[in-house]
C-alpha cells in the first residue's frame, strides 16, 4: 500500500523516537530528516537509510516540496517560529510539538476531527495536556466542570531542559488546553518532578469540580476515554478509577499513569511517549485522508 | 559569631495546620506582635506557596493577596516574605506580590530540582526582591548534591540558600555535615529551616548555626506542617542562653505566641499537633504537609495512616504529591 512521505525537524531525544514509532506506520514513510548540527540524531536517521541534513528547515523544503505531506516539528518554541513559514509555504501540515502553539491545540481523544486536519498546522499542547484534558473533556460531557486542576508528576530524569526552563510556560499552557480542549469554566495545572530511584512512570491526578455529581455516569464517561487514549497510547492506566474525594463535596479525582512504548526512550518516559503518540495518531489519520483510505 | 537572621513562618508554614483558613485579622494582629517582637522577616501565604490555593493543597479561605496586603499594611519594621514552588506559582504572580510591597521571596524546590527555579530567581532578584532559594527535602539528597543546587541556586542570583528539612528527618549531624559543606561553597550566607517531627528542631536549628547557617526559621509555638517548626520564642531564648546575637526580642516573642495559641488558634479548634502523627512524618522521611491530608485520605478509606505514610516514604514522594496519599489509601483498602 502507499505511504504519506513525512519529515523530522530535530533529531533529539523526541525526534528519535519518533522516528522508531513513523516505522511501525502501515501509513507514515520516513523519508527526511533534519537539524541543524551534524548529531547522533541525524546519524540514527542516516543509518535507518533516510536522507538526512543538518541544513534544517531550508534542506526540508527545497528538496522535499511536494512530496512530504506531514512534517513533526520537535525544535523549541523558537525554532518553530522560524520554521512554520517554510513549512506553510510549502504546503506541509505540521505537528508542532514545540510550545510555540502557532496553530490550535489537537488532543486526539478530543478533538481529532475533520475541521482540525484542515488547519496548516496543529499544537500538541504538552505532555500533560496529553494525559489529563481527555479525562477533563469526560468528565465535563458527564457532569459539566466548573473547575479543573491536574497535578503531572514526571521523573526528574525525563524533564529535559527545555522543560525546565520554562516551567511556567508549561503549566499554563497545559491549563489552557484545559479550558480550550477540555472545556472547563476555568481551570489550573500544576508540575512535580520526583527525582525517585528507579523512577516513577509518569503520574497524573485529575481533580474536576462538577455540577452534576453522578458518579456513575462520569467513571462510564471515563473508562470510555480510556479506551480510546489506549487505542493510540498503550500504556495508559487507571491508578485510581474516578471517585468523589469527600462524597459531601463536588471534586471528583481520579489518577492515570502513563507507561511509555520503550522505543528510543525508556519506559518511564511515558510523558515523552504520550506526545509522540498522539501527534502520530493525528499524521495517521490525516495520512488516511490523504490516501482515501476508508475504515 | 555573625549576627542570625530569624524568619518567622507562622503564616506561611503554620497555615497547613489551619488548613489555610487564616483570616486578615489574624495576619493583622500576628505580623504586628511579631513586628514588635523586632523579628526580622515574617513570611505569609498559603501553605503551599503562591497560587497554592488549589483541590490538591485546599483552597484557600481568604486570597492570598489581601492576607499579604494586610501584613504589609502591618510590619512596621519587620520585612514580609512569601513563598514561590515553581510548577505551582509563576512569575505573574512575582509581580502582583512586588506591587504589595513584599520585599522577600522565598522559591522552593525539591532539593535535586534547582534548576526549575532558574527563571523565577532570576526575576525575583531583576525586581528587587530580596531573594531566598530554598531546597526542600534536604535529608533526601547526599551532602554533594545538596551543595550543586545550592550552587545552581547562587549562579541564578540567590541572596541566601536554604537547607529545608521538610520532613523533620535530619539528625543533627546530617544538619552539620550539610550546612558546613554549603558555607565552605558558597559565597552567599546559608539558612536552615527545621520539622519537629522527631522533636529535633530546637537541637538541629543549634547544630546549624555551629556550622556556619545564619539564616534560621521558626514559627509560633512551633505552628507549621506535620509536628510545626522550631518554636521561634524558644528558638530565641536558646540563642539568648547560648550568647547567639540576634535582633528578635525573647519576652516579646514569647508573647507573640501566647497569641496564637490563646487565641487566633482558638476558633480552628487547633491545639499542638499531635506527636505521634507526625512522628511517623520524621520516621518515614515524608514530607511534613502531608500528615493532614493522609489523615483525611485515611478516614475516607478507612485505613491506617500510618501505613499510607509508610507507603508514601516507600514511593519516594517529594513535597506537592499530596494527590498519591490518596490513591495508597485506596489501594491499601483493597487489601
Known amino acids: ?295 | 559569631m555573625s549576627k542570625i537572621i530569624i524568619t518567622d513562618t507562622t503564616l506561611r508554614d503554620g497555615s497547613h495546620s489551619v488548613a489555610h483558613r487564616f483570616t486578615i485579622n489574624d495576619v493583622t494582629r500576628v505580623v504586628s506582635a511579631l513586628d514588635s517582637a523586632n523579628v526580622d522577616i515574617i513570611e505569609v501565604g498559603h501553605g503551599d506557596g503562591l497560587a497554592g490555593s488549589t483541590a490538591n493543597y485546599g483552597f484557600s479561605a481568604v486570597p492570598e493577596m489581601d492576607l499579604i496586603k494586610a501584613a504589609v499594611q502591618s510590619a512596621k519594621n519587620s520585612k514580609i516574605a512569601t513563598l514561590l514552588l515553581p510548577g505551582i506559582g509563576t512569575v505573574p504572580d512575582l509581580e502582583k506580590v512586588k506591587d504589595l510591597g513584599v520585599k522577600v521571596i522565598r522559591v522552593a524546590t525539591h532539593v535535586t530540582e534547582a534548576d526549575i527555579a532558574h527563571e523565577h530567581i532570576e526575576v525575583a532578584k531583576k525586581m528587587g526582591f530580596f531573594v531566598v532559594g530554598f531546597l526542600m527535602m534536604a535529608h533526601r539528597a547526599k551532602t554533594e548534591r545538596v551543595v550543586e543546587e545550592a550552587q545552581k541556586m547562587e549562579s541564578y542570583g540567590a541572596n541566601v540558600v536554604y537547607a529545608t528539612d521538610s520532613a523533620g528527618a535530619l539528625l543533627p549531624k546530617g544538619v552539620k555535615e550539610r550546612i558546613s559543606a554549603l558555607k565552605s561553597a558558597l559565597k552567599i550566607p546559608v539558612g536552615f529551616h527545621s520539622h519537629n517531627n522527631l522533636g529535633l528542631a530546637i537541637g538541629n536549628s543549634l547544630a546549624a548555626i555551629e556550622a556556619g547557617a545564619t539564616y534560621i526559621d521558626g514559627s509560633l509555638g512551633g505552628l507549621g506542617a506535620g509536628a510545626g517548626n522550631t518554636p521561634t520564642e524558644m528558638l530565641v531564648g536558646v540563642m539568648e542562653r547560648a550568647g547567639i546575637d540576634k535582633n528578635a526580642n525573647f519576652f516579646k516573642t514569647i508573647d507573640a505566641s501566647s497569641l496564637v495559641r490563646n487565641e487566633v488558634l482558638e476558633p480552628y479548634g487547633v491545639h499542638l499537633p499531635a506527636i505521634q502523627d507526625s512522628l511517623m512524618l520524621g520516621y518515614a522521611g515524608v514530607y511534613s504537609s502531608f500528615m493532614l491530608h493522609a489523615k483525611r485520605a485515611a478516614k475516607r478509606f478507612n485505613v491506617d495512616y500510618r501505613d499510607i505514610i509508610v507507603e508514601a516514604g516507600r514511593r519516594e514522594a517529594v513535597g506537592g504529591q499530596e494527590d498519591w496519599l490518596y490513591e495508597i489509601a485506596e489501594e491499601l483498602s483493597k487489601k
Do not use: W
Not at chain 1, 529535559?160 to 495545572?189: C, M, W
Open chain 1, 1 to 295: 500500500m502507499n505511504k504519506v512521505k513525512v519529515g523530522i525537524i530535530g533529531p533529539g531525544n523526541i525526534g528519535q523516537d519518533l522516528m522508531i514509532k513513523i516505522r511501525r506506520s502501515k501509513y507514515l514513510e520516513l523519508t527526511c530528516v533534519v537539524g541543524i548540527v551534524e548529531s547522533p540524531g541525524i546519524k540514527r536517521a542516516r543509518d535507518m537509510g533516510v536522507d538526512a541534513s543538518p541544513d534544517g528547515v531550508k534542506y526540508l523544503v527545497k528538496h522535499y516540496k511536494d512530496e512530504i505531506q506531514i512534517v513533526f516539528d520537535a525544535t523549541s518554541a523558537k525554532g518553530h517560529l522560524e520554521n512554520s513559514k517554510y513549512l506553510r509555504e510549502a504546503g506541509m501540515f505540521t505537528l508542532d510539538l514545540t510550545p510555540a502553539a502557532l496553530g490550535p491545540y489537537c488532543v486526539p481523544a478530543v478533538n481529532l476531527d475533520e475541521n482540525i486536519l484542515k488547519e496548516p498546522e496543529v499544537n500538541m499542547v504538552t505532555c500533560a495536556g496529553q494525559a489529563t484534558t481527555p479525562m477533563v473533556a469526560a468528565i465535563n460531557r458527564a457532569a459539566d466542570v466548573y473547575y479543573a486542576e491536574t497535578v503531572s508528576s514526571l521523573s526528574s530524569f525525563s524533564a529535559g531542559p527545555g522543560t525546565r526552563a520554562n516551567i511556567d510556560e508549561f503549566t499554563q499552557t497545559t491549563r489552557n488546553a484545559l479550558i480550550k480542549v477540555g472545556g472547563a469554566d476555568t481551570a489550573r495545572s500544576l508540575i512535580i518532578l520526583n527525582p525517585a530511584e528507579p523512577p516513577i512512570y509518569m503520574s497524573n491526578t485529575i481533580y474536576c469540580r462538577v455540577r452534576d455529581k453522578n458518579i456513575e455516569k462520569i467513571a462510564k464517561s471515563c473508562e470510555d476515554c480510556l479506551a480510546v487514549m489506549k487505542s493510540y497510547v498503550p500504556g495508559v492506566r487507571f491508578r485510581m478509577k474516578p471517585i468523589l474525594k469527600d462524597p459531601k463535596d463536588d471534586i471528583v479525582m481520579l489518577g492515570v499513569e502513563v507507561e511509555g512504548a520503550g522505543d528510543y526512550l525508556p519506559k518511564t518516559a511515558g510523558n515523552l511517549d504520550i506526545i509522540n503518540a498522539a501527534s502520530i495518531r493525528i499524521a495517521e489519520v490525516k495520512a488516511k485522508q490523504l490516501l482515501g483510505v476508508k475504515e
